[in-house]
């Protein structure tokens, strides 16, 4: 089979663990008689320098023109100074719209190899965990109305919380086909008992989840979530919430396995079209330093194997090698202990082809 797939480094040490998922995939390719054909666009930081847009046209052309992309990271310092919308951070809106991404699936799973880094106590976690965070990506505060009125005390900012019916039903069956596959229990978080937003989705979420007898599903509320989730992590198992409250409570559960550095995502539309990046930022101070950890991308592409191009054996290579290499004792600076032996970013990215 070939697979056509864009390459979007972006900035700082994107294209550092891009080009390890790179060399990963290449390796997928040999071992079971796929082709990859790569192709690389600009976004983001870099993006703007060179054409005065962090998301050019030409992106967004090629993006729609793959079967799937893999982006790195945007954002930095350099470009902290300019306007919202030339902000490298504006392109992952853009990317995300243009491509019609609604679903951004969140794993956050503790490594019994990394246990050590929880900052959670032993007794809490001593079970490990595994929750799959689904939230909802093109709707909500994130993209509604927003500016400037004369309110109570004067000018006054305002965001605008916007979601239809249609939208919550998406998300909520991607979130429940998830649980069917998984532990067959969903929580839905939200913050019904103040927001009208949140009433509907309550509501939707149920008239859904009659479609899916066998998925056991809760309400929670998003404060007592974010409390849930420090207190005791492995009572979740799929979480679907919205895009504001989807992006705080998916970076806190990152947190928690005490390795943001280690976290893939995906995001997904209605085709198999998907994005699939790391989590972390494009952390500029290591950038071109060859010591960022490249295994959350690594994990990505893996993600990208068993989503869009449904090749699960070839995901579950990819997986299968990132936990020996974490059981070998192999670690990048980021999750090492003090005095451990580091590895840079290739000789990672070596480590993980030499187990598939």
């Not at 719209?97 to 794993?107: D, E, I, Q, V, Y």
């Not at 799959?132 to 509604?144: D, K, N, P, Q, S």
């Not at 998406?170 to 839905?188: D, H, N, P, Q, Y």
């Amino acid at each position: 089979m070939k697979y056509n797939i864009a390459l979007l480094p972006g900035d700082g040490i994107g294209p550092e663990i891009v080009d390890g998922a790179v060399r990963v995939l290449k390796k997928v390719g040999e071992k079971y008689g796929h082709e990859f054909d790569f192709k690389t666009y600009l976004i983001g930081g870099v993006a703007y320098d060179a054409t005065g847009d962090p998301l050019p046209k030409e992106t967004v052309d090629g993006a729609l023109a793959s079967d799937s992309v893999l982006l790195g990271a945007v954002g930095g310092p350099k470009w902290d100074s300019l306007p919202g919308d030339k902000r490298p951070e504006k392109a992952l809106l853009g990317i995300r719209s243009a491509l019609g991404l609604f679903t951004n699936l969140r794993p956050a799973k503790l490594y019994p190899a990394l246990s050590d880094a929880c900052p959670l106590k032993e007794s809490t976690v001593k079970n490990g965990f595994d929750i799959m965070i689904v939230r909802e990506l093109t709707g909500g505060i994130y993209f509604g109305d927003r500016g400037y009125r004369e309110g109570k005390y004067g000018t006054e900012a305002y965001d605008t919380e916007c979601y239809s019916p249609m939208e919550i039903e998406r998300i909520a069956r991607v979130a429940f086909e998830c649980a069917k596959k998984r532990g067959k229990k969903l929580a839905s978080i939200d913050k019904a008992n103040v927001l009208e937003t949140s009433r509907l989705w309550r509501k939707t979420v149920h008239e859904i989840a009659q479609e899916y007898p066998d998925v056991s599903v809760c309400d929670v509320l998003v404060d007592n979530a974010a409390m849930q989730l420090v207190r005791n992590p492995a009572q979740f198992d799929v979480i679907v919430t919205s895009n504001m409250f989807g992006d705080i409570l998916s970076d806190e559960a990152s947190q928690i396995t005490g390795s943001i550095g280690m976290l893939p995502s995906a995001s997904l539309n209605e085709t198999t079209l998907g994005m699939y990046e790391p989590i972390h930022g494009s952390a500029p101070d290591i950038a071109g330093k060859n010591i960022a950890n490249p295994i959350a991308t690594i994990l990505s592409a893996a993600m990208m194997l068993r989503y869009s191009f449904n090749l699960t054996e070839e995901a579950d290579c990819i997986e299968k090698a990132v936990d020996a290499v974490l059981n070998d004792g192999l670690r990048t600076s980021d999750i090492a202990k003090p005095g451990e032996n580091t590895l840079s970013t290739s000789e990672m990215t070596e480590a993980v082809i030499e187990r598939l």
